[in-house]
């Protein structure tokens, strides 16, 4: 099996060249058209990106396995999976709102054991490989000292059902006068990478995909952060949550089980 390092190295340098095809892309007409409802929307970059992802992966590893969010699912006959979101944020990639990311996590068996995620508006790549601490760029990040719950600033997302929306607002009602305020940037991967630098204390959303959550959850951990989800130390599509330190990602499960699971339309 190829070192950890090897594959650090060859999702920086997947995630960087995809990154550049995406941006390349950004001022093209974009040909966009919906998935799970009329808000689930996926363009043409989203396809040619994944499909740019799983040839140079193919061409490199091609006993890996592959699964992306857009539908490819290359079954390998090694330990190791990549997990792809060619474009994290997609509503933020056609409105132009600066918050959308690539982001590729490597698996061993069920380890997360190398992260991609390039934020492209702002140029930077954040990885980490496992037991090698986390980085953005040549800078090595942490999440931010612990604060109080009510000091903490928490991220969250919401899902592309209505009727899910405004369940999860209902639950954000609860909660956002026990804490400072909230933040929605409206890619998960970010969101969690903007935990690992110290740019929010908490993070949560029910209704993630692996393609969302797996690379960053490592970069999170190798920041020194927390991730929880239902019920044990991992993330799932039922919830994801990250955070600075123990006592706040326990504050946000114990707050969130009674509304689990949020309706769906
Ligand atoms: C997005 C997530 C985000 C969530 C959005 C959307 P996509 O992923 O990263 O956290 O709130 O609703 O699901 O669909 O842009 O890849």
Request: charged share 25%.
């Amino acid at each position: 099996m190829q070192s950890y390092q090897t594959l650090v190295e060859a999702a920086k340098i997947f995630a960087a060249e995809a990154a550049d095809l995406v941006r390349s892309s950004r001022m093209q007409q974009l040909s966009i058209s919906s998935k799970s409802s009329n808000t689930d929307m996926v363009t043409d970059v989203d396809k040619a990106t994944e499909n740019f992802l799983v040839d140079r992966i193919h061409g490199a590893f091609p006993e890996h396995s592959i699964i992306a969010e857009e539908g490819s699912d290359h079954k390998g006959n090694s330990e190791i999976s990549w997990i792809i979101d060619p474009i994290d944020g997609t509503t933020n990639f056609i409105y132009g709102f600066p918050s959308y990311s690539v982001s590729i996590g490597v698996r061993a068996a069920e380890t997360i054991v190398a992260g991609a995620v390039f934020n492209i508006p702002e140029d930077a790549l954040y990885w980490s490989g496992k037991g090698m601490g986390a980085f953005k760029n040549s800078d090595r990040i942490h999440v931010r000292e612990r604060v109080a719950v009510s000091k903490s600033l928490i991220g969250t997302g919401f899902g592309y059902s209505a009727i899910r929306r405004v369940a999860q607002a209902k639950f954000l009602a609860s909660i956002i006068g026990e804490v400072r305020d909230i933040r929605r940037a409206g890619a998960a991967s970010l969101d969690l990478c903007f935990l690992a630098e110290g740019r929010l204390d908490g993070y949560y959303e029910a209704g993630l995909w692996p393609w969302d959550y797996t690379a960053a959850t490592l970069i999170v951990r190798e920041a020194g952060g927390t991730i929880l989800g239902p019920v044990d130390d991992e993330p799932s599509r039922e919830l994801t949550i990250g955070a600075s330190n123990l006592e706040l990602a326990d504050f946000l499960r114990e707050k969130l089980h009674p509304y689990l699971p949020f309706e769906e339309d």
